[in-house]
């Protein structure tokens, strides 16, 4: 019972979280308290969720992701673990005055914004459990216990998270805002959730789509409280606002998270535009090819007037820039153009002889999909590992721009816009496997993420030279020698159903390990100082490698936070 409760998936998580609790300081110890009170609570919903025919088929309204677990563990707990990393870390800095008061304050409402994200979801997930239909429903009397047990988790956050926020602020009307502000993060991810996995059925198992949902309402929040905050720091001094205000935002990362949340809400734009269209116009055959140009020509209007207009409108209003945001981008570039332009050309060159390449064999070879797709991981790490040691500030804006890059082409393809649709859907299908669907491909857009976030997570203070290169030691070096090995060499296999081998998890972990070793000394020679025991990095490593071996769930996702937040321990 103990054993099929505590599967291996399960037993890593709780290693993971018992290895960032334990390097907790007193000052953080209510944040320590939240985290198990919500990771019990996450835990108890999977087992409840995957327990036997009743609970399947309570949850089986969400169309998820064939042959991945519900990973409602894995998804609760990543995104508030990472949080709470970053703050040990600043209270590190902190305690040496290294970075301000109110940088840390700032993470703090961030940590318990993503928090409650999670536990908003769980919360409705265990409702949908408790209200089952009665031929699925199991006993009276454990639905009840279902019940309290949930009802007792939730309110024992609540009250640790009120006591942590009213101990930080300085009156009561604060302490109300701050709560309110947290309180409406886990109602919209509650909403987002149920819209993704409806819009996307199949394209994502439940702690996907919660990872996923608990990020972008968290990069929402972000932009709508900079954005109040510019608005009310005119008028009112409030603490909410002074502390999002109070931290400084470079450019970069102004541009990056306009653009990118301006196309995530394009669709939605492009939509009410182009219903606005179809009513007003008589001729609006969704089969003849005038509606197809007219429809193309809405499209890239559309988001022609987003990219130039609206997004570059709030970008100047936030920040503050003196010429328009793209010609910041332009001059930037330029300030060191041998070096800028040089690593731009590399980049494409890399690009076009790995896609042409690869794009032949899978075509025309018997290779495994998901072995041939290991080679991008090495051609990831290629053109991001120079880039990282060298140019960093370059590489944040490079990931932003291809990331942007990708979210058009999705939308090209998921519209079918005349006359790139068809094309890109068909030269996108060469790369895909068991893990897309036709209706949303995510496995680029996650591993350019995977190797993006840490580096963007690690823009300020960072006393870990390794963080910034989580994504790629993890997916670019571990995870490909672990397919490569298991697939060639692997013998002995973790678990009787699973495809993962023992062998090439520690072919993963070693390379890993060699890579870090290697890594080290260039990183020292450009002026980091290793301040981690190779203790710790020889558990974040494994923790890493064993996640890989056990997890249904798309680890180009987790992979990379969970390594990133052991490193800045």
């Not at 269209?277 to 003849?288: F, I, K, L, P, V």
């Not at 010609?327 to 300030?335: E, K, P």
Request: aromatic share 12%; proline share 4%; charged share 10%.
């Amino acid at each position: 019972m103990a054993a099929a409760i505590l599967n291996g998936e399960r037993v890593v998580v709780v290693l993971f979280i018992g290895l960032v609790l334990f390097s907790l300081p007193l000052s953080l110890l209510l944040h320590g308290v939240a985290l198990s009170l919500l990771a019990l609570s996450a835990l108890f919903i999977e087992i409840r969720a995957e327990d036997d025919a009743s609970s399947s088929s309570s949850l089986s309204l969400f169309q998820t992701r064939p042959g991945a677990s519900s990973g409602i563990f894995l998804g609760a707990v990543t995104l508030p673990v990472v949080m709470l990393s970053k703050l040990i870390q600043l209270s590190r800095a902190l305690s040496l005055r290294q970075v301000p008061l109110e940088e840390l304050e700032y993470l703090t409402m961030q940590y318990w914004a993503t928090s409650a994200s999670s536990l908003g979801v769980l919360v409705f997930l265990c409702m949908v459990i408790w209200r089952s239909p009665d031929h699925t429903r199991p006993p009276y009397s454990r639905c009840v216990m279902d019940a309290k047990l949930s009802l007792s988790g939730t309110v024992l956050f609540a009250v640790v998270c009120c006591v942590s926020i009213a101990a930080t602020s300085h009156t009561g009307f604060h302490a109300v805002l701050k709560l309110l502000w947290v309180l409406l993060h886990g109602l919209a991810a509650v909403k987002l959730i149920q819209h993704v996995l409806s819009t996307f059925p199949s394209c994502a198992s439940i702690g996907e789509a919660l990872l996923v949902t608990a990020g972008v309402v968290l990069y929402f929040g972000d932009m709508l409280a900079c954005t109040i905050a510019k608005v009310m720091g005119y008028l009112i001094s409030l603490e909410l606002v002074s502390v999002q205000y109070g931290v400084k935002r470079s450019e970069i990362g102004i541009i990056i998270q306009g653009v990118l949340l301006g196309l995530l809400l394009f669709p939605m734009v492009f939509k009410f535009v182009l219903r606005i269209w179809e009513c007003s116009s008589s001729s609006a055959n969704s089969e003849s090819r005038t509606y197809e140009i007219g429809k193309s020509l809405i499209f890239f209007a559309s988001l022609g007037f987003i990219l130039i207009v609206i997004i570059p409108s709030w970008m100047q209003f936030a920040q503050d820039f003196s010429v328009h945001p793209f010609l910041w981008v332009i001059s930037f570039v330029f300030s060191e153009p041998l070096k800028r332009l040089s690593l731009c050309m590399y980049w494409v060159c890399v690009i076009y002889v790995s896609v042409l390449r690869f794009y032949n064999i899978s075509k025309n070879s018997k290779i495994e999909r998901i072995l041939l797709r290991k080679y991008y991981h090495l051609m990831a790490v290629s053109m991001f590992l120079p880039a990282l040691i060298f140019q960093p500030k370059f590489l944040d804006l490079a990931f932003g721009a291809a990331l942007a890059v990708f979210l058009v082409i999705e939308i090209i393809r998921v519209w079918r816009i005349w006359p790139l649709g068809q094309l890109v859907h068909q030269f996108m299908n060469a790369f895909t496997d068991h893990r897309d669907s036709d209706l949303l491909i995510v496995s680029h857009f996650s591993l350019l993420l995977g190797c993006a976030l840490p580096i963007w997570m690690s823009s300020g203070f960072n006393d870990r030279p390794l963080a910034p290169f989580a994504g790629i030691l993890s997916l670019g070096i571990g995870d490909t020698m672990a397919s490569m090995v298991g697939h060639k060499y692997g013998v002995l296999r973790w678990s009787k159903t699973g495809k993962k081998t023992i062998e090439g998890t520690a072919a993963g972990i070693t390379s890993m390990l060699a890579a870090c070793s290697i890594l080290l000394p260039l990183l020292a020679s450009t002026g980091y100082i290793f301040t981690q025991h190779w203790l710790s990095l020889l558990l974040a490593v494994t923790v890493c490698g064993l996640l890989e071996a056990y997890t249904a769930q798309l680890d180009n996702a987790f992979i990379p936070l969970v390594f990133y937040s052991l490193l800045c321990l």
